[in-house]
């Protein structure tokens, strides 16, 4: 084991009884309620500590970042979907590209992606109102995935056609679900089974797609013709300060990166905010009061969006109760400090924003789901790791301003024609990889 035996945390049985009964996402909290901010747990041959109050998120994050890194946590996703992808990658290698990534995600620069987004919304829009004639119901995680994966991969590749939008979404999907199923069932590679070969197929074809795309535009470039202005072009063309530019598998990294970073998280919060508007008429009533009296009949734009800060609060409140990536990992590289205990190299941690963002020393009655704790006057108080959806420190993720963009303007323009009314209970939260509504999100979309 590679954590101190001083730190609290429960018998690996009574962990695996309550997963049995609760699910990974509640039993941590029962965990934590029980045990402590910090506290220490044994899955199988696998040990981690988790941490939940805010300054021990700030500690790995910021005040002791040097001490972790992303080690053995990610060796599966390195492995099997991003490969050197800024997700995964770690040292020099992680710096250089952040480095060379970073000016394609400043506030400014996702901005050049608006028209397209408010494109494909406005396709959804037609969609919808078909939907909403026929009275069928729908999975409005399905929905929210086939909008946010038009736009991601119009935005890495702006010469994908619509059929290799749907075919590459369908194989870096397959690749999501294998590289998470793995994580809690390790299966041989060499093994002849059903999701090995689907897991194989689908790699070998989105790589060979992005390989393909390269060489078409090195050609291109050899040629002396411009290339598409899309965010794989730019990755082409930055140079580092020695002139370097990245090698042609790193760029491949990088594309399915960006798609598997952008789409489905996007996906989840779009979808997890129409759920919680279903169950909250008060909010979704301020929010449609909003849209009308700032929008009329007039179009989203950029600049509408300035006057639009109650739907940014109510997308800022989803993300809180519903983060996309509820927990992640982080690996101690030194002996360190956190939470009051000492970790030991290789020590596995795994911060919670699902239940950070519920920590009752931060949040007054954390469950309901009220936009104006996002008010600026309530966030120029708040502790700064209080919430931290995209992580926090240096390594937050680096399409933060795409995502939340994204967010703002689909649920403004969708908003202000439909209300989404959920079937069944409310939906049951659970952890597959990333945040999941249980059984779907059965949806019958309404206009107002």
């Given at each position: 084991m590679t954590t101190t035996p001083r730190i609290p945390g429960p018998a690996p049985l009574s962990v695996l009884r309550g997963l049995s009964r609760r699910g990974f996402l509640d039993e941590m909290g029962h965990q934590w309620r029980t045990h402590g901010d910090t506290f220490a747990v044994r899955l199988g041959p696998q040990s981690m500590v988790l941490v939940v109050h805010p300054d021990a998120v700030r500690d790995v994050h910021l005040t002791r970042r040097r001490s972790f890194d992303k080690r053995k946590s990610y060796d599966g996703v390195r492995r099997y979907l991003t490969g050197d992808g800024l997700i995964a990658s770690t040292g020099e290698l992680w710096k250089r590209q952040r480095k060379l990534m970073a000016p394609f995600f400043t506030p400014r620069a996702v901005q050049t992606y608006a028209d397209l987004m408010l494109a494909d919304a406005d396709r959804v829009v037609s969609h919808w109102r078909g939907l909403a004639a026929s009275g069928v119901t729908v999975d409005m995680g399905e929905e929210m995935m086939e909008l946010t994966a038009s736009i991601i991969l119009r935005a890495v590749f702006s010469t994908a056609a619509e059929e290799d939008i749907v075919r590459l979404k369908s194989r870096v999907e397959t690749m999501i679900r294998y590289t998470t199923r793995r994580a809690v069932l390790p299966v041989p590679d060499w093994a002849p089974t059903p999701a090995n070969r689907r897991y194989r197929e689908a790699r070998d074809e989105v790589h060979a797609y992005i390989d393909d795309l390269i060489a078409q535009r090195r050609a291109r470039e050899a040629a002396g013709e411009p290339v598409p202005d899309d965010l794989l072009g730019h990755l082409m063309a930055a140079r580092d300060s020695d002139g370097g530019a990245m090698r042609e598998s790193l760029l491949r990294d990088e594309a399915i990166t960006m798609f598997f970073a952008g789409h489905e998280t996007t996906a989840r919060t779009l979808a997890a905010a129409w759920a919680a508007l279903a169950a909250h008429p008060d909010v979704a009533d301020r929010l449609h009061a909003e849209l009308d009296a700032e929008l009329g009949e007039g179009p989203v734009t950029l600049e509408a969006l300035k006057r639009l800060p109650y739907t940014l609060q109510v997308t800022k409140e989803v993300l809180r109760l519903y983060p996309a990536a509820p927990f992640y990992m982080r690996d101690a590289v030194e002996p360190v400090e956190i939470g009051g205990w000492d970790l030991t190299p290789g020590t596995a941690v795994m911060l919670t924003p699902y239940?950070?963002?519920?920590?009752?020393?931060?949040?007054?009655?954390?469950?309901?789901?009220?936009?104006?704790?996002?008010?600026?006057?309530?966030?120029?108080?708040?502790?700064?790791?209080?919430?931290?959806?995209?992580?926090?420190?240096?390594?937050?993720?680096?399409?933060?301003?795409?995502?939340?963009?994204?967010?703002?303007?689909?649920?403004?323009?969708?908003?202000?024609?439909?209300?989404?009314?959920?079937?069944?209970?409310?939906?049951?939260?659970?952890?597959?990889?990333?945040?999941?509504?249980?059984?779907?999100?059965?949806?019958?979309?309404?206009?107002?």
């Open positions: 239940w950070t963002h519920r920590h009752p020393d931060f949040w007054g009655d954390p469950e309901r789901f009220d936009p104006d704790r996002f008010t600026p006057e309530a966030e120029a108080t708040r502790h700064p790791q209080a919430y931290f959806p995209f992580a926090t420190g240096e390594r937050v993720c680096i399409g933060n301003h795409f995502s939340l963009l994204e967010s703002h303007l689909l649920l403004a323009v969708l908003a202000r024609r439909f209300a989404p009314v959920v079937v069944g209970d409310p939906p049951r939260w659970l952890m597959a990889g990333v945040l999941s509504p249980e059984g779907g999100l059965p949806t019958v979309i309404r206009e107002r």
